[in-house]
Structure formats: structure tokens, C-alpha cells
């Protein structure tokens, strides 16, 4: 399978990052993880057509992680969309999703192609992923019902020709993918929750575990961060825009 990081940035915008998507390409399927928002620049930057793109997963509703939708489905009614494209959302979150779509003037019933939401709980009835819930939403668990919503995040293991990958998307800690981590080939890990120690932890536990980190936020880019001299030896690679690889 591919991976393409169309964009690696943490929760805060930057100029060179664009926000948290990455483009799945298994023997069979195609699919973004996420899609935070300059998803549409990015696939169009990296030579993927977004109206081609068939299928997007969400790991839970954040604007760095989701709010590029609403453009990646206009540009692709402008582009001349015809198929149908599936988004998986938390399933506590689709009728809020296509409520704001609604408010986009974006009506299925008015639109060239069809928009399915359907419950990222089940996408592994289509794609070659599971998800397991994790624990990045619990600082809202107290305020959420009050507004009719749960507050669930998930991580993604995507399986493709006997290899594994684990996506983290953004976790509460290491706690939330570490008993996950066995038996994968490479770990996407989200480098604004994790602390370094535990990263670095991590790895040395894990040396056959190829361990790509994403989600950066501005410290970890300064010379003297700790993370950087594992990515210096080539203990972990840091992800940057653009940046894809090939795991067979
Ligand atoms: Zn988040």
C-alpha cells in the first residue's frame, strides 16, 4: 500500500503544513484518512483528482481533521463529479455533519453526485480498516450530551497484501495505541498528544515498527527538540507535506 501525507500540521495553521489528511492507496481501494482543512490543495498538489476520490474517514470532528470537507465536496461538484462519494463519520456525529452541509447550501437532493454518510464504525464492511475507539474527546465527555453529541475518537489499523498500519489520528496519550502496536509494520503516530519520552519509549520497544510521526506541532521542528535526534539516526521519520511511501 501507499501513503500520501497531504497534510501533517498539528491543530494550530502554519504556512508550510497544510492540515491532517493522508491518502490510502491499497491493491484495491482508495481513501483518506481525515481531512483537515487545504485537503482539496493537497491532493491537487500531489496529482490526485479529488473528484476521484471515492471514500474519506473521519476520525472525529476537529477542524484540523474534518473541516476541509465542505471544500473537497464543492471543488468536485466543479470538477464534474458523478460518483458517489462515501464519508465515514463517529456515527453520533452524522446527523450534525449533514445538518452543517445543509448550511452550506450542499443538499443531496440538489447535488450532481451522490454524498453517502455513513458510520465510520462499520467502514470495515467496505475498506480494509478497522477503527478502535480512543480517548482524545474525553476532555469534552461532561460537556457534549448537553449539546445532543458523544464525544468518540478513533484510530485506524489498515490492512493491505499482509501488511499493517497503524493510524493513530489524534490520541488522549501513548496509553490510547500502545497495546495496538504489536504486530503492525508502521505506526502514523500523532506527535502533539504523545509525549517525546514515550515516544522514544515506544520505539525502542518496538524496533521493527517503522514509526512516522505526524500532527507536528511548531516545537518539534526546532533542531534541539528531543525528537529530532531519533529522527536524525533514522530511529522515526517526520512527516512532511507531500511526503509518501510505499510499504510492501
Ligand atoms: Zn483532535
Known amino acids: 500500500m501507499t501513503l500520501t501525507f497531504l497534510g501533517t500540521a498539528s491543530g ?79 456515527k ?48 469534552i465527555l461532561d460537556v457534549a450530551p448537553g449539546y445532543g453529541l458523544d464525544a468518540v475518537s478513533y484510530s485506524f489499523l489498515v490492512s493491505d497484501a499482509g501488511r499493517r498500519v497503524l493510524v493513530s489520528s489524534d490520541i488522549a496519550g501513548i496509553d490510547d495505541i500502545d497495546g495496538h502496536v504489536r504486530g503492525v509494520d508502521v505506526l502514523v503516530l500523532d506527535a502533539t498528544h504523545a509525549e517525546s519520552e514515550d515516544i522514544a519509549t515506544l520505539a525502542e520497544q518496538n524496533p521493527d515498527v517503522m514509526i512516522i510521526l505526524t500532527h507536528i506541532p511548531p516545537e518539534i521542528e526546532e533542531e534541539t527538540h528531543p525528537l529530532q535526534e531519533m529522527v536524525r539516526d533514522g530511529r522515526m521519520t517526520l512527516a512532511e507535506d507531500g511526503f509518501s511511501i510505499q510499504i510492501n
Open 12 to 90: 494550530l495553521t502554519v504556512l508550510h503544513r497544510r492540515h491532517f489528511s493522508i491518502m490510502v492507496e491499497t491493491s484495491g481501494k482508495r481513501f483518506l484518512l481525515d481531512a483537515g482543512e487545504g485537503v482539496t490543495q493537497g491532493l491537487l498538489e500531489w496529482s490526485f483528482d479529488p473528484e476521484q476520490v471515492p471514500a474519506v474517514c473521519v476520525s472525529h470532528t476537529h477542524p484540523d481533521h474534518a473541516a476541509g470537507l465542505p471544500m473537497l465536496l464543492q471543488t468536485s461538484y466543479l470538477r464534474g463529479r458523478t460518483a458517489p462519494l462515501d464519508i465515514y463519520l463517529p
Open 92 to 139: 453520533g456525529r452524522i446527523a450534525w455533519f449533514e445538518n452543517m452541509l445543509h448550511g452550506f447550501n450542499i443538499f443531496n437532493s440538489r447535488w450532481k453526485y451522490p454524498i453517502c454518510l455513513r458510520a465510520l464504525e462499520e467502514a470495515g464492511e467496505r475498506l480494509p480498516l478497522e477503527v478502535f475507539r480512543n480517548h482524545h474527546l474525553d476532555t
